[in-house]
Each structure stands twice: as C-alpha cells, then as structure tokens.
DNA sequence: TATTGTTATACTCTATAACTATA
DNA sequence: TATAGTTATAGAGTATAACAATA
C-alpha cells in the first residue's frame, strides 16, 4: 500500500492540511466512495445500468419471483424510491413484473434473458472497475475492507 | 468484529441473498456509507452542519487565509459547488470572506469565533458519532481501514 | 390495523457550461 | 490565455407523507 497521508490532500502541487477532518472515517469513506462512484460511471458507460439498478438485478437473479419489496428492503432502498427504478427496468426489457400468486398486492419479479445478459455484462464491467479501484491492496485487505464495511453498515442505529 | 455475512442482507427476520452484488466492495462502502450518513445527521441534528459544511471549516481553521478555490480542491468540491456552501457559512456568522491581498480575483477565508465554536461543538458530537458506529472495530483495524480507504480515494482515474 | 405499491415532493450531493473580473 | 468566483441548470440518491388496494 502506498504512503497515503490521511491528515493533509494533495491538489497540482498543493498539501492542504485537513485539520481534524482527515483523523475522520466518515470524510475517508465519502471520498472512496466519490471515486469509486466516478469509476463506476465510466465501467458501465453505454449500458444504462447505474449502481442501485445493478443491485437490484443482482437480486432478482438470485431470488427469481422475490417482491418488490423485498429486493428493496435487502438494499435498503426505500419502497417509494423502488417504483421508478422497476419501471426503468421493466421498461428496458430486462425485469418481469406479475402479480404475485401469494399476495396480490404484491408483484413477483424476474429478470429476463436480456436482463441475465445484461446482469452478466456489467458484471464483468464492474469486476474490471473494482479491480482498478483496489489495486494498491492484497486480497486479504480487500477481504478485510469488505468485512469492515459490512460490520459498519449492520450498525444499529 | 461480528460474524457478517457479506453476501445475504439481514431484514426483519428475512435472509435476502445479494447474488454477486455481495462480494462487490462498491456496494458495501455504499451501505456503509449510508448508515454513516443516517447518523451523522442524527449526531449533528440543530447544528445545521452537514458533512460539507464541517470540512470546510475544518480545512479553514486548519489554514486561515486559504482561498474558496484551494478549500474546494483540497475537498474535491467542484467551484461551482463551493459558492453556495461559502455564503451559508457566512450567512451563519462561521466564516469571514474578505479580499486577498496577493489577487483581487481571491477570498481569504478565516473562521470567526463563532466558527471556531462551532467546529469544536460538531467535532466532538462527530467523535461520539464516529466511535458509534465504529465500536465493532478495533483501534488497528480502524486505522487500517482508514488507511485503505485513503488509499481508495487517491487512486488516479 | 398493517402492508404493498404508488404519487408527490423535497433536500443534498454532484456535475457541466457559460459568464465576469482579474491575472 | 488562464484562473477565481459566479450563475444557472440538471441528474442521481435519499427521505417523508399520504393515498388506494389488499391482507
């Protein structure tokens, strides 16, 4: 890993001392987030396929028939925000939505063969992303950093 | 630190398998971030300090004189952006904005008393904050994960 | 009563383009 | 010509409240 200095950022030359900001987490993991979201972007260009919908496809692949509400409970999205990005995906050709057998106010959703191509598309796209995004650090502090982070989001706040 | 399970999503008793969004760092740093943010608004809540709002007064406290534009560049805050965050700062009484000296086309931002307070009141609220929601994490394995995520952000695009 | 999906709405963050005044 | 700050604008993510249909 390289000699990253926490306490100060580096702009065309310019060391900017932080202050207390740069001893915060939070700040740190707003600005990996940044530039993952802006590599992201570029991975997946052309495809339509933003970060919340990967994740629902991702869901509905693994879960075939899974509820509306559910996939969006398992991403922590919330159910009105989950209307807008159904219909993007239905309207692309890549999610089924039926009425559910169980529960008919529920819907049942599948993904579409396009939508398994499309899953495996950005897939592939995203693994080449995360692996640019993760090169200066070893599998098992990539394991250790996943774990992490999954430890601060199962938080109970 | 718990027994996280990074590919299923725990929900009101329900277990959600992710499929492969699971083993992707991306989407935990987004979790995570997330439940930083729910807390953090709740940590800061009548300050009206947000995440922003406290960088820059970090970074200003920390390099009184400094100019909007190295603020913004020293936080990855576009131009554009800083304007507005530098007026509620100053409309709020944190923030004196005065001419440079060296260019006439430059602020100098120093913070007033008042900012000073206010930075330390939000420090230690964010402190508190921050040891929350990293209580499951040891002192080494939060200044590895910080380290990580420097390293992250520092990635060139 | 509670839940599913829906609509409407609003706030924050982020991004780009074009303008002005200075350098 | 390049830079500092500004304005306008737009997209994306996230949040709440209220409603109809169904459980």
Redesign the interface.
Known sequence: ??V???TT????G?A??????GS?????????????N???A?AVAGTGIR?GL??IL??I???PG?SQG??G????IQRANMVALINELVGMGYVDREASPDDRRAFSLTLTAAGHAM?QES?VR?RE??E??????TAA??R????????????E?
Do not use: C, K, W
Not at 16 to 21: A, E, N, S, T
């Open positions: 890993m390289g990253t200095d926490l950022a580096e702009n065309a310019d900017v001392d932080l202050g207390i900001l915060m987490i939070g700040y740190h993991l707003r600005r990996a987030l940044g530039a993952f802006i590599d992201y570029r970060q990967f994740g991702s869901v692949a693994a879960n899974i559910m996939v409970r398992a991403l922590g899953l897939a995203i992303h995360e640019l995004m993760l090169a200066g650090l502090q990539r250790s950093l996943a774990a992490m982070l999954a430890e601060i989001a199962a938080v706040i």
